[in-house]
Nanobody
Framework: QGKLVESGGGLVQAGGSLRLSCAASGGPFSTYAMGWFRQAPGKEREFVAF???????VYGESVKGRFTISRDNAKNTVYLQMNSLKPEDTAVYYC?????????????????WGQGTQVTVSS
């Protein structure tokens, strides 16, 4: 069974940047699609971005143009570069692995998840 560990969250002012990392272990990471999701208090989980095994990417509308997802297969790590952060980006951010490389915005299609990292954007 694979394991994902997120890091890089924290407190940042509006307009600032953060880079989240998700370290994967226990599986052939390079063959998976990897996704980022987030969940704010009292809200449903929201799709943020995914990257497929051949590096095609898709972004949620609310982050398009501000966030960039990337991967380093040599390090078994996926990143989420977040720029121009807004208070509404405040949430717990989760990475997830799609072992079939489907490439989907639906969380139920992902096979395992990290524990999440908190991102707080102050106004």
């Amino acid at each position: 069974q694979g394991k994902l560990v997120e890091s890089g969250g924290g407190l940042v002012q509006a307009g600032g940047s953060l880079r989240l990392s998700c370290a994967a272990s226990g599986g052939p990471f390079s063959t998976y699609a990897m996704g980022w999701f987030r969940q704010a208090p009292g809200k449903e989980r929201e799709f943020v971005a995914f990257i497929r095994r051949r590096d095609s990417t898709v972004y949620g509308e609310s982050v398009k143009g501000r966030f960039t997802i990337s991967r380093d297969n040599a390090k078994n790590t996926v990143y989420l570069q977040m720029n121009s952060l807004k208070p509404e980006d405040t949430a717990v951010y989760y990475c997830a692995a799609d072992i079939m490389d489907i490439g989907t915005t639906f969380g139920y299609a992902y096979n395992y998840w990290g524990q999440g990292t908190q991102v707080t954007v102050s106004s």
